[in-house]
């Protein structure tokens, strides 16, 4: 057989495959924050708070509001998820 015909009956990626691998990785995070619901805040790298200019004082960060964690995006889906559940019944 030519390389040509070879490549001319090769028909495409599996997408069925990317799409099974893309579904458990998908449920593979979901399961991630159901366990672990909090993540380090970025902007404090989880401290909660900052040194102020002088270095005397210390101030809380805006984002995470001093706690140091921030609730991850998986399980406010997660949180959504079991909201639409509850009022379903």
């Given at each position: 057989?030519?390389?040509?015909?070879?490549?001319?009956?090769?028909?495409?990626?599996?997408?069925?495959?990317?799409?099974?691998?893309a579904i458990i990785?998908?449920?593979?995070?979901?399961?991630?924050?159901?366990?672990?619901?909090?993540?380090a805040c970025h902007k404090c790298q989880g401290a909660g708070r900052f040194?102020?200019?002088?270095?005397?004082?210390?101030?809380?960060?805006?984002?995470?509001?001093g706690k140091g964690a921030q609730l991850r995006t998986g399980r406010r889906i997660w949180t959504h998820l079991k909201s639409i559940d509850r009022d379903r019944r």
């Open positions: 057989m030519s390389p040509l015909l070879a490549t001319a009956n090769h028909t495409g990626p599996d997408l069925g495959a990317w799409l099974l691998l990785a998908a449920a593979g995070y979901l399961l991630h924050s159901v366990i672990w619901p909090y993540r040194r102020s200019p002088s270095g005397r004082a210390w101030r809380y960060c805006n984002r995470c509001g």
